[in-house]
């Protein structure tokens, strides 16, 4: 990914800031997007994101999951910066793509509505401290920023738009070393009706 | 060996009394006997996991009135009877299903403790809904009865999933033994098919907590679930399964669990995983006629996933799961094959 900055014009973007709105949906800390990774209940994008920085503590990754809150698994990720995976700048927006790959897959329908309400325009996370993940305003009118968030979630949109992505898509694992959770490799990740639709199948016979 | 059965005895004397069984140490050395030269290590292992896992029917009301107890702490009663009269205790099971069968012991416990009764309550208006089981394995039976008593609706049309999530009226499911892997699909599930605010609001509890989530931390595994084999036998048997769901869940990792808590050492571990795996592929293989697929050794699993079963080890005083291991309870005319716990009707 590059990492210029942009410019946008506020009026002529979708932005979000907050988990509420009409496009709070689209921030990784909105609640009611439920993730399934490894069978394993992972409250939010945010929160596996913040997991996939530490794959070689499993503790830290437990201690991040159980928080099921996203702003406090960033309390907890900052308490432990010291032990982030090494390679996490090279690697860190090719996790987040494939974080918000899964947020897509499992929550389909709503997610995908979501995205293509924004028609075409540009989506950019407004932050007043984030320029890297999201756009600073520089005016009244003014965003600056790389707005790498931003940018991704545009790219996921493309992907819905072109049927790159269907809801029976399946996110394979990163080829990256170490992504591992709890010590596992991460595995496909299946929509929601994959884990589902067969729990009560064991006495149908 | 006498020695052994006996001690096994002791924790297990009244299994099934209520339904006129009893077993005996000539029972338990028989069915030790069936695995020959091994007989006396699976007898003196069985010993040793038996304490832990089995729910007499004493320890069951324990157990209850320490769920009771909670509850009416929880949500703040200065008296079990205003407790009991805003509470119900839900009975969606059939009747030869454990959910009664705890029903009745709560009703003896609230008696010889409290001296009170649910039954006196049921006409009462409730807010609190309590559903107990003994046991979540697969966690099939509580999640789609969770997820149908959810979607209830009352005469005005509200349904429950609403009225907990106005605050009104309170969801808990109270369990003698809960496994981690299948709570993990139960909880998703009705994450998915509610939101997982709602999911959140589901209070669980239990009482002996089996960790079997292989893809979690520093589980302690609490099951039988061998590593993997040489042995053609298991090998074969493996190869032969259809299914495709969770193979990277069938076989215990090497160094896993960290530390041996379950088992009398992680060599009798080994040992006994592998004894009760080959016994049980033997059992399968006297099926005549097509096996069913949700049929492994090591117990009952859905058919799409191919692992061996959940080699379930916990016990009741009223019967066994069938999601424990086949050598425990298989029973089938002309199958050769004396189980240690009959089973009770389970009406499947």
Redesign the interface.
Known sequence: MILAQREYKLQDVIAFAKTDGKFGGLSNMAPGYNLFVNEINIQSSEILYQACRFPLFPHIQEELIRTQNPMDSKSVSRKYATLTRQDWDIVRFRIMRWCLEVKLIQNFPKFSELLLSTGDKPIVEYSTKDSLWGAIPQSKEILVGVNALGRLLMELRAKIQTGALIQASVIYPLDIPAFLLFNNKISEVHNDDYFIHDLDEIYAY | MEEVAQSIYDVIQDYRNQDGIYISTSNIISWGEQFGNDAEFVLNELSHLLPQVYISRRTAKNYIKVHVDHYVRKYSYSSIAAFLSDTEFVNMQAAHKSQSAILSLLEEVLGEQYGESRIKYLTFPKRHFIYFDDLLA????I??HAVQWLQAVDAKGRSNHDKIMDGEITFSISLFCCHT?GL??????I???F???LS?RINWRWDYEVQN??????QRLNVAKPMRSIDPIVNTYFGTLTAT??E?YAFRELNTPAQETFFSSPDNRIKFENILLLKGIEIINRIKGDV???IRPLG?????YKVLGLGTHFFTWRNIPNNSPLVYWWEVPGHNWQPLFSVANRG?
């Open positions: 697969s966690g099939s039976t999640g789609n892997w993990s699909f139960q909880q998703y599930r994450s998915r098919m939101s997982s605010k959140n989530h292989a893809k979690f931390n520093n769901k969770y990277d069913r697929p949700n009952l699993i859905n058919p799409g499947n």
